[in-house]
């Protein structure tokens, strides 16, 4: 019998070993390590925040509406968003955030300062005014106040609305 053959046997002196039991220990903690490192992966790919998993651009088949935030959140944390829209040159913009954002989120700065706001039944009704090609940009920073997975709208008066799909972390 060899060296290692010797060593992978059970012994009873000086301490009893139960190889077979102790193979099935470090199996475990193959497995867990393994586990560990993609959960490492993950986090740093952006599953729990900031990443290439989190950051998603979404934008109306018409092109008028295009929506830049994060997917994953946490509670607490606050988060940009940016609304770009697309219309007639010189012309105000409204913008409607619905109603269930504003229940898992509270605004905490935009800029520019829309010309007017109201809430209304739908959401919060944001006007803007657009440049010489039609264009607006609304830079939005939110505080995460909810738990869970939150699905709601951002939508152009008069054209497009685009579906946003959030999950906060407690």
């Known amino acids: ?4 053959e010797h060593e992978m046997q059970d012994k009873r002196y000086p301490v009893d070993e139960d190889i077979a039991l102790q193979r099935r220990i470090w199996r475990f903690e193959r497995v867990g390590w393994y586990l560990l490192l993609v959960v490492v992966l993950l986090t740093l790919c952006g599953l729990f925040s900031h990443g290439m998993l989190s950051s998603v651009s979404t934008t109306t088949p018409q092109g008028d509406l295009t929506v830049e935030y994060e997917r994953f959140h946490r509670s607490g944390a606050v ?25 898992g989120f ?3 700065s935009m800029q520019p300062q829309p010309v007017r706001s109201a809430g209304t039944r739908e959401g919060l009704e944001l006007t803007l005014p657009a440049d010489a090609h039609g264009e607006s940009t609304l830079y939005l920073t939110w505080r995460s106040d909810g738990l ?7 939508g152009l ?12 972390y407690p």
Do not use: C, W
């Open 148 to 154: 869970g997975y939150f699905k709601s709208k951002i």
């Open 157 to 168: 008066e008069g054209g497009g609305q685009v579906s946003v799909t959030q999950f906060i």
């Open 106 to 108: 509270s605004v905490e």
């Open 79 to 103: 988060n940009a968003m940016v609304i770009h829209s697309r219309g007639e040159p010189g012309r105000q913009h409204t913008l409607t955030l619905s109603h269930r954002m504003m229940k």
């Open 1 to 4: 019998m060899d060296a290692i």
